[in-house]
Nanobody, 120 residues
Framework: QVQLVESGGGLVQAGGSLRLSCAAF????????QGWYRQAPGKQRELVAR????????????VKGRFTISRDNTKSAVAKSTVHLQMNSLKPEDTAVYYC?????????WGQGTQVTVSS
């Protein structure tokens, strides 16, 4: 069983920063990609950023230059993979529930979501 555990959401003023983290636990043998999606009220879920098993990264146009996704290469005795999303220069339109997601051997897994609220 695979579990994604997110942390780091919260309330911040416009122009501020937050760092989200996602740790993957369980029977994971091959990760194709891991990243973040977000869903604002009344909108569809959209890709924010993802990192592949190599070093390739993809970002939504709306966050390029402000958000950075990275993989934590610190060896953990428990978590199989941890990624971070550094979010700078946050805007009110970044307000959403952010979901960690992982694609492994053709199956996509989701975290429970963490709320990010940016006040103007």
């Amino acid at each position: 069983q695979v579990q994604l555990v997110e942390s780091g959401g919260g309330l911040v003023q416009a122009g501020g920063s937050l760092r989200l983290s996602c740790a993957a636990f369980g029977s994971i043998f091959s990760i194709d990609d891991q990243g973040w999606y977000r869903q604002a009220p009344g909108k569809q879920r959209e890709l924010v950023a993802r990192i592949t098993s190599g070093v390739s990264t993809n970002y939504a146009d709306s966050v390029k230059g402000r958000f950075t996704i990275s993989r934590d290469n610190t060896k953990s005795a428990v978590a199989k993979s941890t990624v971070h999303l550094q979010m700078n220069s946050l805007k009110p339109e970044d307000t959403a529930v952010y979901y960690c997601s992982m694609l492994a051997r053709g199956a996509r897994y989701w975290g429970q979501g963490t709320q990010v609220t940016v006040s103007s």
